[in-house]
């Protein structure tokens, strides 16, 4: 039942329905939970620009993201060494 979630959850995000995608990561999360699909969701809230972190709490996952979250809104480093 998770697959077909996940499955699901995989169409809509490549269609770039992120809000229908979120509810089948969602739903699947509910049946069983894992790291790939919390990333999956977290993508999700991305590509809506609505970048939160999804992860469990003391998730590696979750500090991964927040780095890379970091990093992708920091602005270019234009000093010249």
């Known amino acids: 039942m998770a697959d077909a979630e996940k499955a699901l959850g ?7 329905d992120y809000l229908g995608a979120i509810t ?3 739903n ?5 939970p ?6 999956n969701r ?3 809230y991305c590509g809506l620009r609505k970048c939160v ?7 590696p996952l979750r500090l991964a993201a927040a780095l ?14």
């Not at 995989?10 to 770039?16: D, L």
Request: charged residues 15%.
């Open 28 to 32: 699947a999360l509910e049946i069983e």
């Open 68 to 81: 890379a979250l970091s990093l992708l809104s920091a602005p270019p480093d234009t000093t010249t060494h």
């Open 42 to 44: 977290s993508a999700c």
């Open 53 to 59: 972190p999804s992860q469990p709490p003391n998730s």
């Open 34 to 39: 894992n790291n790939v699909l919390y990333s």
């Open 24 to 26: 089948h990561f969602t």
């Open 10 to 16: 995989n169409e809509k995000f490549k269609a770039g």
